[in-house]
């Protein structure tokens, strides 16, 4: 069974203190991680897709790094508005190689960032 | 439309009764999926679709939860005898691909179900 374990739980940081977020996994044949934004009361939004251990992926104040066991979010220089949700996921290639479209989520890790 | 659209926003019914929950995807998104999201956790899998075939049921907690998807467009979640503990925030997500192509699937809304 796929799993994704997220941490730490919750971080709170000063603004332009930088952090990174760590999400474990384990899965039968990795196709994709996915990592994702929530605002309170939102849906999930997009961030990144990763595929393959030593890919690395930014977005303005955020770099997304991946290995074989674990993918990293991490973010440099955080403002207020960074303050958010952050979600990981893995989509896993099924039996024979096909693939699925169920992403298993992990809970979460809550980031405040103080002025 | 410009994003997933999830009806109704929010839906309070008496346990027993039967709930329909339904979802807009992205127009010409082929893959539909349901997710459930309790407070303070990441999504759960439910059901997907590609087109309107419903490819992967697992995540359907019992038969009294099933979904819908006939023309492979806007999808039903139909939750039956509703229970106290079917209430959660129910999400809907498509996505271009379809099982051969990998792309991100778009949240929308979802629908807050409250079961009293």
């Known amino acids: 069974e796929d799993q994704v374990t997220q941490s730490p739980e919750a971080l709170r940081l000063q603004e332009g203190e930088s952090s990174s977020l760590n999400c474990s996994y384990t899965?039968?044949?990795?196709?994709?991680l996915f990592w994702y934004r929530q605002d309170p009361g939102k849906g999930p939004e997009f961030l990144f897709t990763l595929y393959s251990a030593g890919e690395e992926k930014e977005k303005e104040r955020l770099k997304a790094t991946l290995t074989k066991k674990e993918s990293f979010l991490h973010i440099t220089a955080p403002k207020p508005e960074d303050s958010a949700t952050y979600l990981c996921?893995?989509?896993?290639?099924?039996?024979?190689?096909?693939?699925?479209?169920?992403?298993?989520f992990g809970q979460g890790t809550i980031l405040t960032v103080h002025p | 439309g410009a994003g997933v659209s999830q009806s109704p926003r929010y839906k309070v019914t008496k346990r027993g009764q039967d709930v329909a929950l339904r979802c807009d995807p992205i127009?010409?998104?082929?893959?539909l999926y349901w997710y459930r999201q309790a407070l303070g956790q990441g999504p759960e899998f439910l059901t997907y679709f590609n087109y309107e075939a419903q490819q992967d049921k697992s995540g359907l907690p019992n038969d009294r939860f099933s979904a819908e998807r006939p023309e492979g467009s806007i999808s039903t979640l139909t939750i039956q005898r509703t229970e106290q503990r079917d209430s959660a925030m129910y999400r809907c997500?498509?996505?271009?691909?379809?099982?051969?192509?990998?792309?991100?699937?778009?949240f929308g809304q979802g629908t807050r179900l409250t079961v009293v």
């Open positions: 127009s010409g998104h082929v893959s």
């Open positions: 997500a498509s996505s271009l691909g379809t099982a051969g192509r990998i792309t991100e699937a778009f």
């Open positions: 899965v039968s044949g990795l196709r994709g």
């Open positions: 996921a893995v989509q896993a290639y099924g039996a024979g190689g096909t693939s699925y479209g169920k992403l298993t």
